[in-house]
Each structure stands twice: as structure tokens, then as C-alpha cells.
T-cell receptor
Framework: EAGVVQSPRYKIIEKKQPVAFWCNPISGHNTLYWYLQNLGQGPELLIRYENEEAVDDSQLPKDRFSAERLKGVDSTLKIQPAELGDSAVYLC?????????????FGPGTRLTVT | GNSVTQMEGPVTLSEEAFLTINCTYTATGYPSLFWYVQYPGEGLQLLLKATKADDKGSNKGFEATYRKETTSFHLEKGSVQVSDSAVYFCALLSGSARQLTFGSGTQLTVLP
């Protein structure tokens, strides 16, 4: 079974440029998460989707970040414009459903460097 | 709010040594507790979990017991291997918030 797929794996951009990250969750998983992981820190949730609905986006900086999950499968996270402080690893995860004990499976992440 | 405090690293051990990585938490209600492992260049993988007090999670020789009285979930392994070198994250899942709260991670290096 294929795991969570993310692309690109690495991205280097100049500040003020836009950037987008793509995630393909495990087939059949209804819940999708985007996390931000700063160097030396644990992941922090940015947004959670149940199918195509964003049910928790309270920690997403909406002035520059946006996300979508059309058709309830793949998802895209966008930053426009990027700032130096956005340099981090962006992780995507999926789980079978929204139940509290449903295991989350993580992708390898996209490492963003903003120069 | 919810929080997880982990033993700071890095931790360096010789092969076959005993491992303990401390983890304590603050949460409302009755959270589920997890240990995730992140190998170099890979995503986080669930190592073990416990969903209620006194449960013991175990996997690949690693163990952790959910201690509600001390709000702890320490990770242990009796004999580490070089292949265990990775970053270990303690996390909790609050039933109401339905989101994982992670500790800052502990880097483990096992030397042959």
C-alpha cells in the first residue's frame, strides 16, 4: 500500500515569492492534516480536513497561507508571499476517519528554504 | 491548553545500552498518548500508543506505560541498536480537539 505522498521534497525560493506544496493521502483516508515543523521542534497543526471540508484551520495564518482539498482527495497548501520565517518542513498526514484514536500516517515532508 | 514536555537531547548511547526518554504531559480529560519516530529523510512513523491509564504500548522492543498519576509516558528499550538512531517524538491526542500535540523531539544516536 502506498503511503502519503508529498511533492516537492525540497524547495528553495526567494522571499515574497509564492510556493505551493502538494499532498496525496493514503487511498480511502477521509481526514487530511497539514503540519508545520520548525527545526528542532515537533510538528504543529496548520489545518485539518474531513473530506473536502476544512474543520479546523484556527492555526493557519490566513493572511498568507491557503489550502484546498478539492474532491476530498489530494490537497494543496500555498504560501503567498513567502517570508524568511516560513523556512521549515511542511508535513502532510492522513487518517482513516476523524475518530480520536485513528492513526495518522505522515508523508516525508517538503523542506522549504526561503532566502 | 495541552502540552508535551520531552527530555532534551541529543542522547548518545553505545549499542546494547538501556534507553529511557522521559515524557510528561498536560491535558484536559483523558488523552491518548503516542511515541512517533522519525528516521533521517523520512516521515514520522507511529512507534507505539496507549489510550488509557495503565496501558502499556510496545513495539520493536520499545515500551511505554501511560501513568496518569504522574502524567508521564516514558519511552524505554532494554538494548538499543545502531538502527534505532532517529528522532523520537512524544505526542498526545485530545479527544475533544482531535489534534496531535507533539513534544520537541529527542535525537538518539546509537554508536557501534
Amino acid at each position: 500500500e502506498a503511503g502519503v505522498v508529498q511533492s516537492p521534497r525540497y524547495k528553495i525560493i526567494e522571499k515574497k515569492q509564492p510556493v505551493a506544496f502538494w499532498c496525496n493521502p493514503i487511498s480511502g483516508h477521509n481526514t487530511l492534516y497539514w503540519y508545520l515543523q520548525n527545526l528542532g521542534q515537533g510538528p504543529e497543526l496548520l489545518i485539518r480536513y474531513e473530506n473536502e471540508e476544512a474543520v479546523d484551520d484556527s492555526q493557519l495564518p490566513k493572511d498568507r497561507f491557503s489550502a484546498e482539498r478539492l474532491k476530498g482527495v489530494d490537497s494543496t497548501l500555498k504560501i503567498q508571499p513567502a517570508e524568511l520565517g516560513d523556512s521549515a518542513v511542511y508535513l502532510c498526514a492522513s487518517s482513516l476517519d476523524e475518530r480520536g484514536g485513528s492513526e495518522q500516517y505522515f508523508g516525508p515532508g517538503t523542506r522549504l528554504t526561503v532566502t | 491548553g495541552n502540552s508535551v514536555t520531552q527530555m532534551e537531547g541529543p542522547v548518545t548511547l553505545s549499542e546494547e545500552a538501556f534507553l529511557t526518554i522521559n515524557c510528561t504531559y498536560t491535558a484536559t480529560g483523558y488523552p491518548s498518548l503516542f511515541w512517533y519516530v522519525q528516521y533521517p529523510g523520512e516521515g514520522l512513523q507511529l512507534l507505539l500508543k496507549a489510550t488509557k491509564a495503565d496501558d502499556k504500548g510496545s513495539n520493536k522492543g520499545f515500551e511505554a506505560t501511560y501513568r496518569k498519576e504522574t502524567t508521564s509516558f516514558h519511552l524505554e528499550k532494554g538494548s538499543v541498536q545502531v538502527s534505532d538512531s532517529a528522532v523520537y517524538f512524544c505526542a498526545l491526542l485530545s479527544g475533544s480537539a482531535r489534534q496531535l500535540t507533539f513534544g520537541s523531539g529527542t535525537q538518539l544516536t546509537v554508536l557501534p
